[in-house]
Every structure is written in C-alpha cells, then in structure tokens.
C-alpha cells in the first residue's frame, strides 16, 4: 500500500507560480510511474501531466504545456509539479497519482492504482 500526500497548494495571483509535492509513504513510489491531476469547480477530474520511472518519459495536457514542469525525485521518494504563469483557469484540486502496472505513466485515470487527497490551487484574476 502507497499513501500519497500532496502540499504546496495555495492561492495565487495569474501569471504567479506554485510549486506542489507528493510524497510517498509507506511504501516506496519510486518503482511506479506517477502523474498529477486535476479537477476544476463543477468539472471532471482532468490529466495534467505524467512522469515515467526513470523521470526520462514525460507527457503533458495539451493546455499545460511550456507553463507546467513535473519532476520526481526517487531517492526522497517524491514527486514535484511546478506551475508557471498561472491563470485562473488552472484553479483546480491537484491529485498526485502512482501507476502500478506500467513503467511509462499514462493519462487515463483507471490506470492510476493509488491517489492522494488533494490540494487546492486557486488563481485569482
């Protein structure tokens, strides 16, 4: 069993940045890929973006891409997401997610085996 813990979220103006974590504990994450995401007011929850074992293969939503960095630091057993210029659309409860079956990480979330509780990330116009 893998308990995920997000932090890092808060509000903040458009264009500003937030950095959010995950941390594993229990059980090591760092044999599973692992992905964030998203689920905006009155919306379903969306893919943001994914990050393989290795941290070499990474994948992002279209909509942030060139904004977003995810990285994952196995040795402390965590997991980041950087977000530039942000903008109000982006205001959202961020998941922190690990994949079991697969090395890659993928975008759907019925591939996704253990999910942290959330944080909240709001921007204001």
């Known amino acids: 069993q893998v308990q995920l813990v997000e932090s890092g979220g808060g509000l903040v103006q458009a264009g500003g940045s937030l950095r959010l974590s995950c941390a594993a504990v229990?059980?090591?994450?760092?044999?599973?890929?692992m992905g964030w995401f998203r689920q905006p007011p009155g919306k379903e929850r969306e893919f943001v973006a994914a990050?393989?074992?290795?941290?070499?293969?990474?994948r992002y939503a279209d909509f942030v891409r060139g904004r977003f960095t995810i990285s994952r630091d196995n040795a402390k057993n965590t997991m980041a997401l950087e977000m530039d210029n942000l903008k109000p659309d982006d205001t959202a409860v961020y998941y922190c997610?690990?994949?079991?079956?697969?090395?890659?990480?993928?975008?759907?979330?019925?591939?996704?085996?253990?999910w942290g509780q959330g944080t909240q990330v709001t921007v204001s116009s």
């Open positions: 990050i393989s074992v290795s941290g070499f293969t990474i």
């Open positions: 997610a690990a994949e079991t079956d697969s090395a890659v990480g993928g975008a759907l979330e019925d591939e996704y085996d253990y």
């Open positions: 229990g059980r090591t994450a760092s044999r599973y890929a």
